[in-house]
């Protein structure tokens, strides 16, 4: 796997494509607000266009292959973030969060994503460096996770979170008041007390809403969402900063990309089954590269390729979400 040509030159051009496109996000949605489907689409193009830009830079500065691994991981991470939205759907609906206060909960949680992604950007790509036999181990982990998603998950809307293990955290280190208290994640005993007039709580001087209850089940689910996004990503590209520049342009999207699916996800309903596809691919990817290198025995899969058959599985599992519908009872 070739290296970057300017790894500091590329780093650079990144952050300040994140940073520019990050504030002027933040700008357009620092109000407590519900966000209309057509401001959802325009920044979730907004993210997209980007995203691309920054690929286009790869092409022009790092060559055509590391332009094609970035699209390739980044297509990739925006389809698996596709069902970890639908998981934060159901998670809103049942600690009921109204929707003007969902983009605040989803800022501070791709916050903690953007943190928790490079650790294990890093760790995962040293991994994948030390050993052909690391690269079996993540192909079965990949596998593994596909297998899971081919199950079935019909109990994501039926889960009681309350016996999630964020919950239950939360309510060992702080008291949690009963009900959301504006846009605040955290409320003092002295408000509580003088403002509010409730006397609930009888310990502690921070004291937790259901709006940071909220949070933190999301965060943690993200958190067990990445140990499977992340090394499918590596898969596609063992270079560590095109791994978490593919991931974070995807992941700085997803706040309005949900709103958008939030009004489509009674449409896409193939697009999980073109997930699936993608997974198995990237572990017979794994594997045969491994087994190239251990054995003799395996061929390699360009970046140009693996991108069209990225490109060319969500294409179609977007088409057949339109063409073949679900049939209604």
Same mark, same amino acid.
């Given at each position: 796997m070739p290296h970057l040509h300017s790894f500091s030159q590329t780093?650079? #051009? $990144? *952050?300040? $494509?994140? #940073?520019v496109a990050f504030v002027i996000d933040f700008m357009a949605h620092k109000k407590d607000e519900v966000i209309g489907l057509k401001?959802?689409?325009n920044f979730s193009i907004f993210w997209i266009v980007v995203s691309l830009a920054f690929?286009? /830079? @790869?092409? $022009?500065?790092? !060559?055509?292959?590391f332009a094609s691994l970035y699209l390739a991981g980044y297509a990739l991470e925006k389809a698996l973030s596709v069902d970890n939205l639908f998981v934060m759907m159901a998670i809103f609906k049942w600690f009921s969060i109204p929707e003007i206060y969902r983009h605040r909960v989803l800022y501070f !949680? =791709?916050?903690g994503a953007i943190v928790f992604r490079l650790i294990f950007v890093l760790i995962g790509a040293s991994l994948m460096a030390m050993s052909h036999y690391v690269q079996i181990l993540f192909a079965i982990i990949i596998a593994y996770t596909a297998i899971l998603m081919l199950k079935g998950n019909e109990e994501k809307d039926d889960e009681d979170y309350s016996k999630h293990l964020a919950y239950r955290a #939360? /309510?060992?280190f702080f008291p949690v008041f009963p009900r959301l208290v504006e846009n605040k994640f955290f409320i003092t005993r002295t408000f509580l007390n003088n403002v509010l007039k409730e006397d609930v709580v009888k310990k502690g001087f921070l004291v937790a809403t259901p709006l940071f209850l909220c949070l933190c089940v999301i965060e943690l689910s993200d958190v067990m969402f990445a140990f499977d996004s992340v090394p499918a990503v590596i898969a =596609?590209?063992?270079?560590? *900063?095109i791994v978490y520049s593919a991931m974070m342009f995807a992941i700085l999207g997803l706040r309005t @990309? /949900? $709103?958008v699916l939030e009004a489509l996800k009674n449409y896409l309903i193939h697009l999980e089954k073109a997930v699936i596809i993608l997974l198995f691919f990237i572990a017979f990817k794994l594997l045969m590269s491994a087994s190239l290198h251990l054995f !003799? /025995? !395996?061929?390699? =899969? +360009?970046?140009?390729? +693996? @991108?069209? =058959?990225v490109l060319g599985v969500l294409a179609c599992g977007v088409i057949a979400s339109f063409i073949f519908k679900e049939k209604q009872d």
């Open positions: 780093f650079i #051009v $990144f *952050l300040i $494509f994140i #940073v401001s959802a689409i690929g286009l /830079y @790869l092409y $022009f500065a790092e !060559g055509e292959e !949680g =791709i916050l #939360v /309510y060992r =596609i590209s063992k270079e560590p *900063l @990309l /949900y $709103f !003799g /025995y !395996g061929f390699e =899969i +360009s970046a140009n390729l +693996s @991108l069209l =058959i």
